[in-house]
């Protein structure tokens, strides 16, 4: 599929186990971010990346790890769920080509997580 | 500390009205301000932009105004209609980088 595809699109665990949301874009985009989404908050971001192997802390990293080891790819782990990490989780990407305004990013379509 | 906030969560407005959303931001080093619209079970999709040295930006129904003085946004959508509906995020970009801070969310009710 063209574009940005997030995995799961739902996902169910418990508390302590490790969950790895994915995120994949065809668009060759330099840029990919991770967000959250909660009430009250808005989207906040977690990590985000400049190219492969370049990855830095957003707003709310702690808890999260990500890699970015293919530029179409940037994988979001939560290396010991808590309950306060249930939310939905957007990714994003954007380019720097100019062929888009500037700062207009693209969104997956979200992946909800809830951790029991 | 929030660098941009979207004070009204929520706005009902009739068909065919003006719906006005708000926006409010701290940081003067901002240079693109954006909005996002979101409907349910799906992802944000840009809207409109406005550069931060304009005061206004117009594409189509929607018009974007920025008061830098006052450190304020807004979005006008004029006529509204019922595919309006949906939660409008506010975003502001950092000068010279690509992340994005975004307010609150307020979710725009159109009413038939």
């Known amino acids: 599929d063209a574009g940005i595809t997030q995995s799961p699109r739902y996902k169910i665990t418990e508390t302590g186990r490790q969950v790895t949301l994915m995120c994949h874009q065809t668009?060759?985009?330099?840029?990919m971010f991770w967000y959250r989404q909660d009430l009250g908050h808005g989207l906040r971001l977690i990590y985000y990346?400049?190219?492969?192997?370049?990855?830095d802390k957003g707003e709310v990293p702690d808890g999260y790890v990500v890699s970015r080891s293919k530029t179409e790819n940037f994988p979001l782990t939560l290396e010991s769920a808590t309950r306060s990490q249930t939310s939905v989780y957007f990714c994003?990407?954007?380019?720097?080509?100019?062929?888009?305004?500037?700062?207009?990013?693209?969104f997956g379509p979200g992946t909800r997580l809830t951790v029991l | 500390d929030q660098q941009v906030k979207q004070n009204s969560p929520s706005l009902s407005v009739q068909e065919g009205r003006i719906s006005i959303l708000n926006c409010d931001y701290t940081?003067?080093?901002?240079?693109?301000f954006l909005w996002y619209k979101k409907y349910p079970a799906e992802g944000p999709t840009f809207l409109i932009s406005?550069?931060?040295?304009?005061d206004k930006n117009e594409d189509g129904r929607f018009t974007v105004f920025l008061n830098k003085s006052a450190k304020h946004l807004s979005l006008h959508i004029v006529p509204s209609q019922p595919g309006d509906s949906a939660v409008y995020f506010c975003?502001?970009?950092?000068?010279?980088?690509?992340?994005?801070?975004f307010g609150q969310g307020t979710r725009l009710t159109i009413n038939p």
């Open positions: 994003a990407s954007t380019t720097t080509s100019g062929a888009s305004p500037p700062g207009e990013q693209f």
């Open positions: 668009w060759s985009h330099s840029y």
């Open positions: 990346s400049a190219a492969a192997d370049i990855t």
């Open positions: 940081n003067s080093m901002f240079d693109y």
């Open positions: 406005i550069s931060s040295i304009k």
């Open positions: 975003a502001a970009r950092h000068q010279g980088a690509q992340k994005l801070v």
